[in-house]
């Protein structure tokens, strides 16, 4: 006998397991449906990660970058961009910057650009967290003894994205890198006790429903504590130019099942959704996202973090505050904590396995 759609989202919500061919039950619910998924995901929220909003402060502070993915702006291959690195010092005063303003995160995000050792960036971390923040890294894929010294230096979380767990997409997407090798990367990353994230992309040319699906099992299975997930918007100076764009609907029906798997994590409504959908992020929040991530990026370099069409377009004088604004006007809260992991602490340290088998 079928379960009936209810029964299903009621169990989601209590035991946080879904199989495969639920989770795509789930999203591909519409009408009544979806927006029962949406409820459901929005109460676990509510219930385990509660009304507080927390906005990561992000600075970009390179776009050079050694890889040549499909879909990025940034690829190495294209010509057409005024590349730039900021100075470490610099880089530092748009985070006392941002500290001041009050955000209690800084994101120190840039292509993977190695010309910022780790011994350059471990300075730089031990500095900014001089100013009483939480530090995430999201610089691409390093040595283990880069991720070590960084985290050595202070850093707290690193952003991986996986962006696909299908390795023939994966492989596809990013000539010249290893979807192994990224999973070897998140692992590392691990054992050397950051806060991880990692995350996909919604609507990658030649992902299906049953890929979204493996996508956010590959999420449950890593025990992430925090998963970005944002549509695929087409770059018209990329080789995807053509395709079209994710949409809003998948990526926030997806946000939702992630929030039922991963109960714990902080899920961002998305800069990306938020380039879509202008209402994207008051419709991340409503369907179980509980982070913001607003751009601290200065001029010009703002402008040449050309990721997709609107990612560089120029930032409204009252930004900062309208965030703010938005995240009450969705009836929640800004968090005044720096937002560390919630995910539940294993009393035998099994990591890697059965990571739901604690809840
Ligand atoms: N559309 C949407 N998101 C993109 N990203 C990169 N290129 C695109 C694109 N064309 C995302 C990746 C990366 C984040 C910084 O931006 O997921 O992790």
Redesign the pocket.
């Known amino acids: 006998m079928e379960v009936s759609y209810n029964a299903l989202l009621t169990r989601a919500t209590q035991t946080h397991r879904l199989e495969k061919h639920e989770i795509i039950r789930l999203l591909n619910a519409r009408g009544e449906e979806e927006r029962s998924l949406f409820a459901a995901a929005d109460a676990v929220r509510a219930d385990w990660v509660g009304d507080a909003v927390h906005l990561r402060g992000l600075i970009e502070f390179s776009n050079y970058c050694r890889n040549d993915?499909l879909?990025?702006?940034?690829r190495r291959s294209k010509q057409q961009l005024q590349r730039y690195r900021m100075e470490p010092g610099e880089i530092l005063s748009v985070a006392k910057a941002g500290a001041k303003l009050g955000y209690r995160t800084i994101v120190l995000?840039s292509g993977d650009d190695w010309w910022y050792t780790s011994t350059k960036l471990a300075q730089l971390v031990e500095k900014i967290k001089r100013l009483d923040v939480a530090v995430t890294l999201?610089i691409g894929e390093r040595t283990r003894a880069e991720y070590r010294d960084l985290r050595l230096a202070g850093a707290d979380r690193y952003?991986l994205?996986q962006?696909t767990s299908d390795p023939a997409l994966y492989a596809r997407l990013h000539p010249g890198q290893s979807y192994h090798h990224r999973r070897q990367c998140l692992e590392w990353l691990a054992e050397l006790g950051y806060q991880v994230g990692s995350?996909?992309?919604v609507g990658l040319p030649g992902q299906t429903v049953e890929t979204l699906a493996d996508d956010l099992l590959f999420l449950q299975t890593q025990g992430v504590d925090m998963a970005?997930i944002?549509?695929?918007?087409?770059?018209p100076q990329?080789p995807?130019s053509c395709c079209p764009?994710?949409n809003t609907g998948q990526t926030l029906r997806t946000i939702a099942v992630a929030r039922l798997l991963l109960p714990w994590a902080h899920l961002p409504a998305t800069?990306?959704l938020a380039?879509l959908d202008k209402n994207g992020h008051r419709k991340g929040l409503a369907a179980g996202a509980n982070v913001i991530m607003p751009d601290l990026t200065p001029q010009p370099y703002h402008g040449a973090y050309d990721?997709?069409p609107g990612?560089g377009a120029p930032l409204p004088a009252d930004y900062h505050q309208a965030i703010r604004d938005l995240v009450r006007q969705a009836g929640r809260v800004v968090a005044t904590t720096p937002g560390h992991s919630l995910k539940p602490v294993k009393s035998k340290d099994n990591r890697g396995e059965g990571t739901l088998d604690d809840l």
């Open positions: 993915c879909y990025c702006g940034l995000q999201s952003l994205k962006e995350g996909t992309m970005g944002g549509p695929f918007i087409p770059h990329t995807l764009p994710g800069t990306a380039a990721i997709y990612k």
